[in-house]
C-alpha cells in the first residue's frame, strides 16, 4: 500500500519491476512525460490514474486532478498539450449525478487548460471493488524546439524556483477526510500550470534546466529524485519556502512537514542563476555539488539536515 | 505563530549560542542526556548540534514512548484488533511499528480496519458513531498523553459507552531515568528535562536526580530557543559546581504539575508492579494499568491478551541504543537490514527515535561525502 | 515524547462543559479543557495542545520575561566584547 504514495516505495516498484520489463528501450532518466519522436518531432505523452478520497473538496474534485494533473505533466515537459483521452472505472451503484458531476468538472477543466478530450473508455467494477470511482488520463502534447530539459541539463550554481505556496492540496485532501477533526479555509491548489511554464520558458528559454511537478511525496519526493538523477546536492532554505500560515499551522499540530505533502497545481524549476531573479516564482534553493546526490535544508542558525524521500503516506504523529 | 516563531529568532540564536562557547571549558567534554524524544527530534530538525561547540555531546535517552514497546505489545495489540467487529484505533506513531507479522499498516492492507486518530477522544467519537462495532484504542505515552486517556475513560463510563476499550500501554518517565543512572555503562554530566511530561507531573519529581545523585537537570521546553537556554542553565550549574533542578519552560510548566490531570491519572490508573521495557528489561513500578472501577474499559480484561514476549531479533541493538550506550550508527543493521522503509525496530520508526532522526538528517550527509569520493 | 502546540481559544461550546474551538495559525480544532478545570481558561487565553486536550495555559509574562532574559545575554556580550576593546587586560 505504501507504494502508491510516492516516495521510495513507488520508485522501488517502478525502477525494481515495471520499468525493466516495459521499458527496457528507456535509458533517460524517467521524467513526467515520455518523449516520443514522430517524423522527426517530439511528442510528449504521459498517462497518470487518479484515486483520491473524498472525490469532491474544497477547490476541486477528483475530475480537475485528472485533467490538470495530466496537462501538468505534459507542460513541465517542455509540451504543448495537444488531447487527452479519459478512462473511467466505476464501482457499480455509483449515483449517476456524481459520474456527471466529474465528466462536467473535467469538461471545464480542460476548457480552461486549452485542451480537448477526445475519447475514453468506462468499465463498471463490483460494489467494494473501487474507491467509487478511479480516473485514468493520457495526454499528449508537442514539444517545444530548442529546449533540453531534463538531469543531464543541471549544474551547480542552477537555482532552484517553485510557482508558489505547498502543501495546500494534501492538507485540504487530509482535513476534508474528517478524520482528524481540523477545519480550515484551505483549498486544494489543483489548476494548469501552463501559463506560469509558458512565461518562465519565453523569460529563460534554455536557462530552464528542468522542470517537473511534485505532487505526491511532496518537493521533498520530486528533489530527491532530482538528487538521485544527477548525483549533485539540492540545498534549499527552510526560510524561502512559501507555505499558506494554515498548512503550517495543520503540520505543526500534527508533526507533519511541508515538504512532504501534495501539490496539485505548482511545479519546481530548475534555472540558470542569470534568469532565477527574472522567471515568475518564488527561489528556494541552489544547486551545489555537495551532498551528492541527496537534499539538504539550511535553517536559520547555519544549521542544516537532509529532507529524505518519503516512506508511505505522510502519518500525523503525536510524538 | 505566537509563541513559536519568537523562540526560533536566529538572531537570538547565535546570541546564546555566543554565551554558550563562553561557558565551555575547551579542555573537557559536557555530556548532557535529553530525556525526550521530541527533545531529540527537535534537535535534528532545527540542526541545533551544528550551533553548538564540539565537546558537547548530546545523548539520546529513552523518552520515546513507541520505541519502548516490546514487541510482544504490539502483537497482543493487533491480536485484539483481529476480534471480529472491532476497530483498531491508534496514533499515526504506532501505524509502521513492526510486529512479528507486520505492522498496523500491513495488517490494515490484509484487511483489518486500522484507523488512525490524533486524540483518545476521536477514537471514543468513533465508538459513538459505531454502535454495532467495537473501537479498541491502543494508547501509548508517557504521563504526557495518560491523562487525556484517563478523562475519556471516564467520560466514556460516564457516557455508558460499552463498545469503547483502552489497551494500556502508558509508561512512567522516572523509573526510566533511573534504569539510565543505574545502568554502569552510563557516564552522564547532567540531564535537559522533558518538557510536556512535566506540565503534568511538575518538577518536583526530579529532585532526586540533583539531590542523590549529583547531577544538575533541567526541565526544557521545545524551540530552539528552550534547549540552547537550558543548556546555558546546565553550564552554569556545573561551572558552579550545584546541582538542582531548573524550570526553564516556565511559560508551560507548574512547578507543582497539574492537579487535575494528575488527579484524573489516580482515578483511572494504577501502577503495574513490573512491565518490561525494550531495551532496559523488566522495570518495576513503571505502568500503567486500568484499575478495576474501569475494568469494563480494558482491552486486556474485555478479551484475551496472549501476553507473548517477542524478543528483538540477535542482531538488533535497540536496547543498548535507547540507553545511549551505543550510537545509532554503532547497531549492526542500521542502514543496511534496518531502514525506515524496512524498520526491524521502533527506534527507526518513530521520528523520535534516535536510528531515524540520525538517519533522517545525518547518515544521508555522510553517505553524500562517500559518493563524491567515488 | 510529546508534540504539543500553542493555540488559541476561540470560543467555549455552548452546550459542551469543558469543549471549547482552539485556533493554531487559521487551522481550528476542538480542544477538550478537562485538564485545566483549575484554571478556568476563556477565549483569548492561549492553550498548550496534545492530542486534542489542553495541558497548560501559556503564560504570556513568563514567555516576555524569557525573550528578555535572553536578549540581554546579547547586551551583556557587547558590553564584554567593549571592555576587552579598551585592552586593560595583562597580556
Known sequence: ?319 | MRFVDEFRDPEVVNTVAEEIRWLTDPGRRYRFMEVCGGHTHAIYRFGLKDVLPANIELIHGPGCPVCVLPMGRIDDGLELGRQPDVIFAAFGDMMRVPGAHGSPLEHKARGMDVRIVYSPSDALKLARANPERHVMFFAIGFETTAPSTALTLMRAKAEGIKNFSVFCNHVTIIPAIRAILDSPDMRLDAFIGPGHVSTVIGCRPYEWIARDEKRPIVVSGFEPLDLLQSIVMLLRQIKARTAIVENQYTRVVPWEGNRAALAAMAEVFELRPFFEWRGLGFISQSALRIREAYAEWDAERRFEVAGVRVTDPKAAQCGEVLKGVLKPVQCKLFGRECTPERPVGALMVSSEGSCAAYYNYEHRKALGRQHATV | MCLAIPGKIVELIADQPNLATVDVNGVRRRVDLGLLVDEHPVPGDWVLIHVGFAMSKISERDAAEQMRTLRILGEDQAAMDEVRGYGLESS
Not at chain 1, 520489463?21 to 518531432?41: F, Q, R, Y
Not at chain 1, 460494489?127 to 538531469?151: E, F, N, S, V, W
Not at chain 1, 512532504?260 to 534568469?275: C, K
Open chain 1, 1 to 319: 500500500m505504501a507504494h502508491g504514495a510516492g516516495g521510495k516505495a513507488t520508485r522501488r516498484l517502478i525502477d525494481g519491476i515495471i520499468a525493466p520489463l516495459l521499458l527496457p528501450h528507456v535509458t533517460e532518466a524517467l521524467g513526467d512525460s515520455a518523449l516520443v519522436d514522430v517524423n522527426g518531432s517530439g511528442i510528449a505523452i504521459t498517462t497518470d490514474a487518479f484515486v483520491v478520497t473524498p472525490l469532491r473538496f474544497p477547490g476541486g474534485s477528483i475530475g480537475e486532478l485528472a485533467v490538470n494533473g495530466t496537462v501538468n505533466d505534459i507542460a513541465v515537459s517542455g509540451a504543448t498539450p495537444l488531447a487527452m483521452v479519459a478512462s473511467f472505472v466505476l464501482e457499480a451503484g455509483l449515483p449517476m449525478r456524481v459520474l456527471e458531476a466529474e465528466v462536467r468538472a473535467m469538461a471545464q477543466a480542460a476548457s480552461e487548460a486549452g485542451i480537448a478530450i477526445v475519447g475514453g473508455d468506462t468499465k463498471v467494477v463490483e460494489h467494494g471493488k473501487a474507491d467509487q470511482m478511479y480516473i485514468t488520463t493520457t495526454g499528449i502534447g508537442l514539444l517545444r524546439p530548442g529546449l533540453t530539459l531534463g538531469p543531464r541539463s543541471v549544474r551547480p550554481g542552477d537555482k532552484i524556483v517553485v510557482s508558489g505556496p505547498i502543501g495546500d492540496h494534501g492538507i485540504t485532501i487530509l482535513l476534508a477526510r474528517g478524520e482528524l477533526d481540523l477545519e480550515a479555509d484551505l483549498r486544494s491548489d489543483t489548476r494548469s500550470v501552463l501559463p506560469l511554464v509558458d512565461a518562465m520558458l519565453s523569460v529563460a528559454g534554455a536557462g530552464v534546466r528542468w522542470m517537473r511537478d511534485p505532487t505526491r511525496g511532496g518537493v521533498a519526493t520530486t528533489l530527491n529524485e532530482l538528487a538521485l538523477d544527477t548525483g549533485l546536492g539540492i540545498h534549499l532554505v527552510e526560510e524561502w519556502l512559501p507555505v499558506r500560515d494554515e498548512v503550517r499551522g495543520a503540520c505543526e499540530l500534527l508533526g507533519l512537514d511541508p515538504l512532504h505533502i501534495a501539490n496539485e497545481g505548482q511545479f519546481l524549476a530548475i534555472v540558470a542563476a542569470e534568469y532565477a531573479e527574472v522567471v515568475p516564482g518564488t527561489i528556494i534553493g541552489e544547486v551545489k555539488d555537495e551532498p551528492a546526490a541527496a537534499v539538504l535544508v539550511t535553517t536559520g542558525y547555519g544549521g542544516s539536515r537532509i529532507v529524505d524521500m518519503l516512506v508511505g503516506d505522510p502519518l500525523p504523529r503525536i510524538c
